[in-house]
């Protein structure tokens, strides 16, 4: 006997492991969050069991100032992260563009280097670099005579707040870099050629041709990174614990707390959907745009 | 169409099945535990005197403490060395196993948090922190040892164990635990040889460390004048209830509503943020845990310092300790209509709800607050204990000469704050303490944010 | 003459430019790394002495063998002087946290991440590159949104999911999640190379009798190489450097740990041992970092076809 599939069977074939893992892996759990924050869930997610207390839990998160003041820094950080990495990004990809070639191959391995290292161990690292009596930076602060004594770089909560967006920055400029330097390959090279027979200075094929060029992979690596940045977790985690008080504090760190260490599994699941909600809209975005771009067989 | 769906669906269940299957062999490394049979062979027990040797049924029990089970510090064993000594000899088919938590007690107790989540009967004895006893009681984790219902633990055990620290493992008139095993209390170090050079008596109240610290700072420079743990932690919480109730403030009304935004909790708040503002106590002390604060206190370098009674046994040891023979230890002081108060860390074991040898694991537990291993624990790690008879034993005395000290101490231990909503408690009051002291909040809008978000938490 | 001059100068000083930008970004880059790097390199407690020295004038060896667990009592005998710990303690504790189960565990699931998801995502993004069927961008959509989840949302129930299967406690408990973590951007890499290659291949491989799944396997996935290979290495590290699952599900046992939760265990345990810290820290690095180094121009190659191209 021979089997003859139609094409569209055979892509619903082809499709069916990643959708039922993706469903199994994410959807269904977010309506199981969604199920425990209706409930009031304390040292238990046997959620059969408790009381169903409608949108009680959603009502505390919102009355609590703390969940206000963690939206705030969660917003202020990914911002803040997400323009400084790519302007460092953009920085090291045009410069390893514009270097020799021996010099760009060089530059690109670098690049790449803080990629590669997870973000707890990023945390870790610069625990240390922070360190408040041998920290790397504050010995050159003080050695440049800048200040008398090393600045509490996780402890002043000015300072502790932009400590944890430079770790950031320094670790994530280098994949909005390389996200860059796809985008900047893709500029077909007779272009930069016209424009430079054009008598075009750099300042001005920078602005008028690079850019506009680049400004849809800008857009997709800027949403991209923006979602990362606004789940960020191990990062606070391993680096500030969210102190001094609660200024470093992340959405997703009070949700994990709210689960791992207040037991109050409905509370943090509230906390987790709001996160969700919040990130939905960036991504509706950043699907549309990616929608936008579409060159698949139809 | 039809044959089509059929297989449509035929392939479906495969690729479901090749997917699950793909996932199998790889190696799965499991904490082994249930009953394992141990054959001992012949050959090789060569001082084993039976000449039959029968398979035994052997039964683990997993205890679950922190690396300081491995360590000792005095003339004994390491903890987990003397309890599993003890156990072997008392009951050969019981074997004793240590799963080692992390050190850091928010660590540590959220990895119990997922222990008991999961339901997980691997783990039958859990060291737990006093202040912990509560919560996890209410949840319902913890197996009631005088309940009625097995487990229950041997009445002439606990009639020689103290009873004002079983009271606080007890919970709703159910004993939830034994301890402590080891135990803590706050107390004041200080500078005896200066203090008497310049001809003060040793602090009673708050202002009299600050005129002190004062004077002498002035005259000895390079000093620091008191040292405390002010990491955004639960040390600090302690100290902060020192303080609280030196003051005369107190944790709860007589409603259940937070009181630690009254007057007194102001004026101790305002006291301590005062110390790193006036320079008595360094910024740094944000920073401190506990290890890094007695730092300078070891070296010579602080006037006073609070924290456990447990550097006692090693401050007049010239290998550890640059101040042997010059500090005194004495109760943290107190304003005039307050309480001196050293917070109180007991550190207790229970058995878990889900641990699938419970029988097993309470006589294990019924061996380790028994005399010999107290002995033995108050060897390796100084006190304090739950065993009276340790107290007085002449080799517990000859190994720790400062032992009287701790009497002093122990009157004025302050019961941990007990409420199931502790851990929640526990972070609100270090975020917002070390906010008050960091600078980031003035100190009564930091006390009146505590006690409102306490009392969303408690539900009043 | 003079232009030519002027000219050479100019190339002298654009070259000096670009020589002194590339070390500007070097610094950036590679300074922390390095910092660590050295610290790990010192003697125990020698980086708390002030002043601080960038490269230790005595290197050695020592805090790898403490982390990888062959260090001797002696050794550590000779250096603990005034710590309240016994050395023969300590031998114990170093040797019960030795960082090799964690290395070990971390390649067994990245690898087993990896793999398995490119292959779940190789057949997702040939069907929504290349198949005709209706829907397609819906399915792409579907797929991309839950990568936008955050984990801290499915933490809880994917926790309790793993417990009610019996997994808890076992490196598969990391690996399924992980796996489908990852399929999302997995699947969008490796569609838009899909798309990259000539659709007239597959008219080719029919009219030589070639069979779908042959032409997917013998046809397609050997041209895409360059894209599977990058996705797989974003698949590797991502399972690589995943925190909150594998700290969940591993329950603090030290026989399931991945790097990153053992990472945090280990940083507990020796808080002040920041020569050891920094001597995992770079174990845990070296290996990512010298994979991802031999064959960046690759990840590099496949990005260019990637989520960003516009």
Known sequence: ?298 | MSRERKWLVGICILVVLATLAACGPTPTPQVIKEKETVVVPVKETVTVKETVVVPQEKTTVTIAYNQYFNMTFGPADPPIVAIKKAVESKYPNIKVELLVTSTEAKTWHDMYTTWFMAKDPTVDILGVGGYWTAEFAEAGWLEPLNDGVAPDVDPKITAKLIPAYLEAHTYKGKLMGLGPWWGGIGGLYYRKDLLEKYGFKPPQTYDDVVTIAKTIMAKEPGMTGWTWSGKKDVALVNRWFEYLYGFGGKYFDDAGKCAMNSPQALAALEYMVNLIKDGISPAEVATWKEEDSMVRFVSGQAIFHTGRQDMLFWLDNPEKSKVVGKWGFIPNPAQPGGRRSGTYEGWAFAISKFSDSKDAALKVLEVMFDFPVQKELNLSQGPVQAHMDVYTDPDVIKNNPNMPLIEEIAKTALAPLSSPQYPEIADILAEEIHAAITGLKAPKAALTDACARIDLATGH | ?310
Request: net charge positive.
């Open chain 3, 1 to 310: 003459m003079s232009a030519k001059l002027s000219h050479r100068y100019r190339t002298q000083y654009t070259y000096l430019m670009q020589t002194v930008v590339t070390i500007l970004i070097a610094v950036f880059c590679l300074t922390p790394m390095f910092y660590i790097l050295s610290t790990s390199l010192k003697p125990r407690g020698a980086e708390y002495m002030i002043p601080l020295e960038l490269w230790p004038s005595k290197p050695t060896l020592q805090a790898y063998r403490a982390v990888l667990g062959i260090v001797e009592e002696a050794e550590l005998a000779s250096e603990s002087k005034g710590s309240m710990v016994l050395p023969a303690d300590q031998a114990r504790i170093v040797k019960s946290l030795s960082f090799v189960t964690p290395l070990r565990n971390s390649l067994i699931v990245s690898s087993a991440v990896a793999a398995f998801s490119l292959l779940i995502s190789s057949l997702s993004a040939y069907a929504i590159a290349r198949l005709r069927f209706r829907y397609k961008i819906q399915s792409l959509i579907f797929l991309q949104l839950g990568a936008m989840i955050p984990i801290a949302v499915t933490i809880a129930p994917t926790f309790m999911l793993m417990r009610s299967l019996g997994l808890l406690r076992t490196l598969l408990a990391m690996i399924i999640p992980n796996i489908f973590y990852n399929v999302p951007m997995s699947t969008w890499l490796i569609a838009c190379y899909f798309a990259e290659l000539p659709f007239d291949l597959e008219d080719a491989a029919k009219v030589d009798g070639y069979k779908p799944i042959q032409i997917f396997w013998k046809v397609i996935i050997p041209l895409a190489a360059p894209g599977l290979f990058s996705a797989g290495v974003f698949a590797f590290l991502g399972s690589w450097g995943e925190f909150m699952l594998a700290s969940a599900v591993s329950m603090g046992i030290p026989a399931v740990q991945t790097v990153p939760a053992a990472m945090l265990n280990f940083s507990v345990q020796f808080r002040y041992e920041w020569t050891w810290i920094s001597a995992a820290i770079i174990l845990s690095v070296a290996l990512v970092a010298f994979m991802t180094l031999v064959f960046q121009r690759w990840v590099i190659r496949g990005l260019t076809a990637g989520a960003v191209k516009y």
């Open chain 1, 1 to 298: 006997m021979k089997i003859r599939l139609r094409e569209p069977t055979i892509a619903f074939l082809f499709l069916l492991p990643a959708f039922i893992g993706v469903i199994v892996f994410y959807y269904y759990q977010i309506v199981q969050t969604g199920i425990y924050s209706l409930h009031n869930l304390q040292h238990t997610a046997d959620w059969q069991t408790q009381p169903f207390v409608w949108f009680k839990n959603y009502a505390t998160v919102f009355r609590s100032t703390y969940f206000w003041q963690s939206l705030r820094f969660t917003v202020y950080f990914t911002f803040m992260a997400t323009v400084l990495e790519l302007a460092v990004g953009l920085g090291m990809a045009m410069a390893t563009f514009w270097v020799s070639r021996w010099l760009g191959g060089i530059l690109r391995a670098i690049i790449i280097m803080p990629w590669v290292i997870p973000p707890i161990i990023n945390a870790m690292i610069w625990r240390w670099l922070f360190h408040a009596d041998v920290g790397l930076f504050g010995y050159i602060l003080v050695s440049l005579g800048l200040v008398d004594k090393p600045p509490l770089f996780l402890t002043e909560p000015m300072l502790a707040v932009h400590s944890v967006i430079f770790a950031d920055v320094w670790k994530n400029s280098s994949i909005m870099a390389i996200f860059l330097l796809g985008g900047l390959a893709a500029i077909p090279a007779d272009i930069y050629d016209a424009a430079k027979v054009d008598g075009a200075r750099s300042w001005f094929r920078f602005r008028k041709v690079t850019l506009p060029m680049l400004l849809p992979t800008i857009l997709v690596a800027l949403l991209f990174r923006g979602i990362d940045a606004l789940r960020t977790f191990d990062l606070i985690y391993g680096l500030t614990g969210g102190g001094p008080g609660t200024v470093t504090e992340t959405l997703s760190s009070f949700a994990y707390k709210y689960y791992f260490t207040y037991g109050k599994f409905g509370l943090g699941s509230a906390y987790a959907i709001v996160v969700f909600a919040i990130i939905v809209g960036l991504a509706a975005v950043y699907l549309s745009r990616i929608r936008r771009n579409m060159r698949f067989k139809e």
